[in-house]
């Protein structure tokens, strides 16, 4: 059987009335690497992560995912063939009459809500471990245990962005998209990013980082792409894509 293909993405254009957000931008990210969208504030990252999710409709472009054709389809469909986006906080919700959820039962709710459906079957989850478990390993593998019990809405920064990543993968990702999860991460817990980052790509998932600066992703990522205003301007080895004169030029360090 031939090797999945993992995401392609082509020819994406988003407009936000006179600004041109994404502009025919396209990438591939692989199962088993990790792949760096970079580019300053304002190059269209987080839009074209949106795109690719499902949270945003071009007006032109294409999604596939091994193969398939997911162009049109919902977020709620693309996350059940896999394509997972990791928010960089949690969503506002209203108050509930039982009180602000514990960073553990916010895990424990994305793994409750990730049956994985037809369209994955065979994958790896679904092995009937109750959630309770399952949300304790997420935990523990993103590093915040210790923290299981805070309010997940008081969390400090670090530990949010990770609770956030930990319900991503609750759905067992073939394609993770984690758009500036350095950011506010102390130099510790980058490292254990990067390590798991690294170990989730061996595990064949198609890792997408998406960062605003060259330095943070260099030693992570398989390939780059390089972002400026809404076009692909570089793509290739993080080194050779360093080395790029527009690059330099385009995207901080
Ligand atoms: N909802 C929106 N309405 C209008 N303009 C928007 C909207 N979202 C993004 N933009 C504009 O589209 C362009 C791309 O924004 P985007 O957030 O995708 O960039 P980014 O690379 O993710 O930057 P940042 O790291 O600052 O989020 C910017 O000019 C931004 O101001």
Redesign the pocket.
């Known amino acids: 059987m031939p090797a999945p293909e993992g995401l392609r993405v082509a020819d994406v254009t988003v407009r936000?009335?006179s600004?041109m957000?994404v502009d025919g931008a396209g990438l591939t990210a692989h199962p088993g690497t990790v792949t760096g969208l970079v580019?300053r504030?304002?190059?269209?990252?987080?839009?074209l992560c949106d795109v690719i999710a499902g949270l945003r409709r071009p007006a032109a472009g294409t999604v596939h995912l091994d193969g398939r054709d997911l162009t049109g389809s919902a977020a709620r469909v693309r996350a059940r063939h896999g394509i997972v986006r990791a928010f960089q906080r949690p969503a506002a919700r209203p108050a509930s009459p039982f009180g602000a959820p514990t960073v553990r039962e916010s895990v424990q709710a994305a793994v409750r809500r990730s049956d994985p459906g037809p369209a994955r079957w065979g994958r790896r989850r679904g092995t009937g471990r109750d959630s309770a478990r399952r949300a304790e390993e997420l935990l523990a593998r993103v590093g915040i245990a210790e923290y299981a019990d805070r309010c997940a809405r008081d969390a400090p920064p670090a530990v949010a962005v990770l609770t956030q990543l930990a319900r991503a993968l609750a759905a067992d990702p073939a394609v993770l998209l984690l758009d500036?999860a350095w950011t506010g991460l102390p130099v510790r817990r980058s490292r254990a990013l990067e390590v798991l980052l690294r170990d989730l790509a061996a595990e064949g998932v198609a890792v997408l980082v998406?960062c605003?600066a060259l330095e943070p992703v260099m030693g992570v990522c398989d390939v780059l792409h390089v972002?400026d205003a809404g076009r692909v301007i570089a793509a290739g080895p993080p080194a050779e894509v360093r080395a790029d004169r527009r690059v330099r030029d385009a995207c901080p360090a």
Do not use: P, R
């Open positions: 936000f009335g600004v957000a580019g504030d304002g190059a269209g990252k987080t839009t500036e998406a605003g972002l």
